[in-house]
């Protein structure tokens, strides 16, 4: 069956230094891949949309890549700040309907 | 961006209830809108596609009957969760997608419905 794995459950990041959050999947060629925040007791907000066919985007201070070899997305924040702290989540969009399938996500803490 | 609005933000019941929770996109129109349910530190997990004009798509392991799911407008669909019992309590998060748009992949959510079942 098709698996996400966000391999870093909680990640504490100093303030300033660049956060790299790891997205892997399996049984799966996704057509798009995206990254979402979710802060407490509130809905994810979209962040970054990666083609299959796109090795990188950018967007100001975040950095997103995709590998289909390894079937991996990397998720960088530059210049983090402690407002940065907050759960990312990696989905996968497929070609054949409109379903997006959610990782569990990485709590990441940027300390001040 | 586009908005997604979610009715209410949270609902205490009693067991065997039924409760209404409304998603509306306020400045777009949306085809399709999908209902998620998470539970504490777990992943969106998604409950059914509800397509506009049409019955709701309901993934495996889904009760359509105990979780009813209506798109009558291009802005609105509703989730009914029918006799809840506390096993239902849980964050319900709908999201929608733009159909006019060259981002139609982009996913926009709703705040969430705190459902706590008594």
């Known amino acids: 069956s098709q698996k996400i794995e966000q391999n870093s459950e909680a990640l504490n990041i100093q303030e300033g230094k660049t956060a790299t959050l790891t997205c892997n999947y399996t049984?799966?060629?996704?057509?798009?891949l995206q990254w979402y925040r979710q802060d407490p007791g509130r809905g994810p907000v979209f962040l970054l949309l990666i083609r299959e066919n796109e090795k990188e985007k950018r967007k100001e201070r975040l950095k997103v890549t995709f590998d289909t070899t390894l079937k991996q997305s990397l998720f960088h924040i530059t210049a983090s700040q402690p407002a940065d702290s907050a759960t990312y989540l990696c989905?996968?969009?497929?070609?054949?309907?409109?379903?997006?399938?959610f990782g569990k996500g990485t709590r990441l803490h940027i300390l001040p | 961006g586009a908005v997604v609005s979610q009715h209410p933000s949270w609902v205490i019941c009693k067991s065997g209830t039924s409760v209404k929770i409304e998603c509306r996109s306020l400045?777009?129109?949306?085809?399709?809108m999908f209902w998620y349910r998470q539970f504490p530190k777990q992943s969106l997990m998604l409950m059914a596609t509800s397509n506009e004009g049409s019955k709701a798509t309901y993934e495996q392991g889904v009760e359509k009957d105990k979780f009813l799911i209506n798109h009558a407008s291009l802005t609105l669909s509703t989730l009914t969760v029918t006799s809840a019992h506390p096993e239902d309590s849980s964050f319900y998060i709908c999201?929608?997608?733009?159909?006019?748009?060259?981002?139609?992949?982009?996913?926009?959510f709703g705040p969430g419905t705190r459902l706590t079942v008594l």
């Open positions: 999201s929608a997608r733009d159909s006019g748009t060259d981002h139609y992949n982009e996913q926009f």
């Open positions: 989905a996968l969009d497929g070609w054949l309907d409109d379903k997006i399938i």
């Open positions: 049984n799966y060629s996704p057509a798009y």
């Open positions: 400045d777009f129109q949306a085809t399709t």
